[in-house]
DNA sequence: GCAACGAATATGTCTATACATAACGGAATA
DNA sequence: TATTCCGTTATGTATAGACATATTCGTTGC
């Protein structure tokens, strides 16, 4: 059996999404709540608090609580790494390194990853069914990650790695397109001119840098997809 | 003051993000918790309650409440509409309506809309600052909205207006690359060949589709932007 | 008329208590 | 030995009561 408060708090969702309830209309007030389903203030609480952190009623003192607007951002992006999702879709998957350096952060790119500590800079190819997808250039900050430094990426793909190993707390996916040019499409064995779609993407923990990367998808081959669900 | 379940959830949140508590890790018993911060058993309860939810912590019956392994997958993706996003960066924001139509569904993806319905069909462009930025191409289905035959889109986006007039439940949006070509390329003022970002949107209001969407933007000028806070 | 104050009201938080439920472990039994 | 059953334990849900806090409304005093 569904619990009291979940069942009150699915009922108010409901008429709230059926359109029932418009935004700025009043739902009942918690002493109302009580006296239709008898339960105590308790359980109503326990089923509004939820749908205000969730952002679906707004709740004043003395006044009440009300339909929110609908939120106009944020969707979810499923972004997980490369090799999950090539090998949830059943194809065969390897990375492939093509260039490996550690040394100290020089260009301004790595000094606003690392400061002037270490990084680890390599390009590397994803393939899915030995077709190349994804053209792959990244940096780690071998302070934030020292472990980094003793992983063997010619077997295992980077990102993978650090999903697993690092625990980030904030990330930022920038998405663009562009055309296919000199190594890149080489690589990814496009003419030049091909649309590729660009993910810059970087990673944190806490306050410092872990990883920047920057993966160009063949276009043709390639899409994100985000769902989401009610809002 | 901050509330104290919120104080005690913080501390705990705290601990694994720090890496003090890793995944696998026990978490003190309620009755331990109890004793340490001198509450109740229920704020310990609405402190816990919320880190289970959101996937940070797995609670057994009998064994004890345990440090999840982080999320791997989705982040969250700002896609307000496009009209939001330009007047919340300060520039000029206005859609031109280029064509209008109303008509039973009669293209395959007409009917995979709106079945054998009415549909509104329409193409635009959004501009910020005076500088075309997109080209949308929309299908509306009209027995889903009907109201929306009552609006007048030269003067307002047909996206901005469904967000706040439809309440939805579902979004999907796909995002891919292409070049500029044809009537888009004369359109948003690109040479053809030009990159473009290409985001095709599906929206559903429970079983029922309201709308699809394609929209088209310059490569060059426009990035979608994601970020993600702790997962 | 207007500002200040206080009562009324709805939500916010917390406690102490109770019983339900799931899962494990060990004892009793076949 | 294997299986059933039961007690222990930690979480899950719900109650009634209490006090705190924010906001509105009406009244009072100027």
């Not at 700025?24 to 952190?53: C, Q, W």
């Not at 625990?167 to 496009?190: C, D, F, Y």
Request: proline share 5%.
């Amino acid at each position: 059996m569904k619990p009291l408060h979940q069942k009150i708090r699915d009922d108010i969702e409901g008429q709230i999404r059926s359109g029932a309830l418009k935004p700025g209309d009043r739902i009942p007030f918690e002493h109302e709540l009580m006296a239709h389903y008898g339960v105590s203030r308790m359980t109503v609480n326990k089923a509004l608090t939820p749908l205000d952190e969730a952002g679906l009623i707004e709740r004043r003192k003395r006044a009440g609580s009300f339909v929110r607007l609908p939120r106009l951002d944020s969707t979810v992006l499923d972004i997980p790494d490369i090799q999950h999702e090539i090998t949830a879709r059943g194809e065969a998957y390897h990375f492939e390194l093509l260039s490996y350096t550690i040394r100290t952060a020089s260009t301004d790119e790595e000094r606003e990853l690392a400061g002037s500590g270490q990084v680890i800079s390599l390009t590397g190819l994803h393939f899915a069914s030995a077709k190349p997808l994804a053209f792959e250039r990244r940096l780690i900050n071998l302070e934030a990650v020292p472990d980094a430094e003793t992983i063997d990426f010619t077997r295992q793909s980077p990102g993978h790695w650090l999903l697993g190993a690092v625990p980030w707390t904030h990330v930022e996916n920038q998405i663009s397109a562009a055309v296919a040019e000199g190594q890149i499409a080489r690589h990814l064995r496009l003419d030049a001119g091909a649309p590729c779609l660009v993910v810059d993407r970087r990673t944190w923990r806490d306050k410092a840098r872990v990883t920047t990367v920057r993966q160009v998808f063949d276009g043709a081959a390639y899409r994100l997809i985000a769902r989401f669900d009610h809002g």
